[in-house]
């Protein structure tokens, strides 16, 4: 971490911040569809996708051929989760990092920085939850796999704890997939505590058996 710094965003980050962001999100793909796969629903799909052609057809190439599309469609369906999450995300409040985050009263994104090189990113927005006036939600934390393990995440977590600390606010929120459990346990590790879970707002989400995840940390007033 003595080679790392956190900084604010500056326009020539626009697109490796994105490209950090996107391939972070992405690569939660086939822990999901191993999830899935393990799923009872999945496995009478896959059943009856052998099963069905064969009574029909008499070949067992065939129920070959009817099983391995019942599992593409399922790994593109664990794919679109992600993806399409992604690509709302880069045509939203990714379009315009500068105007979106750095124009706006609330509003912060910050890149780790290793030796001329961007290695992370995070942001901050106020909270639009129920009750969340004085929170602070945490956003679009995204590390390169070359720096994980080093403190890089932690240190941009707590930049976002203590920018929410100097706005007056008491608490810092965030969502996450349930997939991504390596992120879950430096939340939890920092302080944070899950509030409730939910299906993610996609249709193929029941599914899938896909939840998103509500942490909260409280901030601690004098």
């Known amino acids: 971490m003595s080679s790392v710094s956190i900084r604010l965003y ?3 980050d626009y697109e490796v ?3 950090l962001f996107a391939r972070g999100i992405k690569e939660h793909t086939n822990i999901a569809f191993r999830h899935t ?6 496995w009478l799909l896959l059943f009856l996708s052998c099963l069905i052609p064969f009574i029909v057809t008499g070949s067992l190439i065939v129920s070959y051929l009817a099983v391995t599309l019942a599992l593409i469609i399922v790994w593109s ?4 989760m992600y993806t399409s999450y992604v690509q709302h995300c880069l045509q939203d ?3 315009d990092i500068k105007k979106y985050y750095l124009q706006r009263d609330g509003y912060c ?3 780790a ?3 001329g090189a961007v290695v992370g990113i995070v942001a901050a927005t106020p909270s639009h939850r129920p009750g969340g006036e004085r929170h602070v939600e945490l956003k679009r934390m995204s590390v390169a796999k070359s720096h994980r393990g080093r403190g890089v995440a932690k240190a941009l977590c707590r930049t976002v704890i203590d920018f929410a600390q100097g706005k007056g606010c008491n608490a810092v929120v965030l969502e996450t997939s349930w997939a991504q459990t390596d992120a ?9 505590r899950l509030r409730k879970s939910t299906y993610a707002p996609m249709s193929p989400a029941k599914f899938l058996d896909f939840w998103i995840l509500f942490y909260q940390y409280n901030i601690l007033t004098a």
Not at 37 to 42: N, Q
């Open 113 to 115: 920085e290793s030796w």
């Open 17 to 19: 911040a994105r490209e």
């Open 37 to 42: 796969l393990g799923l009872p629903h999945i």
């Open 109 to 111: 994104f910050w890149v």
């Open 93 to 95: 409040d990714l379009l």
């Open 77 to 80: 369906l664990a794919r679109y």
């Open 184 to 192: 879950q346990r430096l939340y939890e590790t920092i302080g944070f």
């Open 10 to 12: 500056k326009d020539s």
